[in-house]
């Protein structure tokens, strides 16, 4: 069991950076799969990028793949998501999301994560 809380959203302009971080409490945390995702309005929740239990693999979605990179502490018990070249495109919500181990390349759903944070708005203007 694992609780998760975003933060680090808000405003940014085009082209700017922003470091989204989840605290999470439990004591099982590092046992866990790590993911990112996102939703816009009127869209479905989408996988943003993930990192595995011991934070020696990552995988990210082809939208972000360059720009975004994904690091977690398990000493702190964070997870991090820090986000450059940022697009107008990238406006929506952002998740954070806990999945028990197994294939790390299979978590790439929603339903393939057992627990959530509330999210936290990020917008892009232009």
């Known amino acids: 069991q694992v609780q998760l809380v975003e933060s680090g959203g808000g405003l940014v302009q085009a082209g700017g950076s922003l470091s989204l971080s989840c605290a999470a409490s439990?004591?099982?945390?590092?046992?866990?799969?790590m993911g990112w995702f996102r939703q816009a309005p009127g869209k479905e929740r989408e996988f943003v990028g993930a990192?595995?239990?011991?934070?020696?693999?990552?995988n990210y979605a082809n939208s972000v793949k360059g720009r975004f990179s994904i690091s977690r502490d398990n000493a702190k018990g964070t997870v991090y998501l820090q986000m450059n070249t940022l697009q107008s495109q990238d406006t929506a919500v952002y998740y954070c999301?806990?999945?028990?181990?197994?294939?790390?390349?299979?978590?790439?759903?929603?339903?393939?994560?057992?627990?959530w944070g509330q999210g936290t708005q990020v917008t892009v203007s232009s």
């Open positions: 990192i595995n239990w011991s934070g020696s693999m990552t």
């Open positions: 439990g004591r099982a945390f590092s046992m866990y799969h």
């Open positions: 999301a806990a999945a028990r181990s197994g294939s790390f390349y299979s978590k790439l759903s929603p339903n393939d994560y057992d627990y």
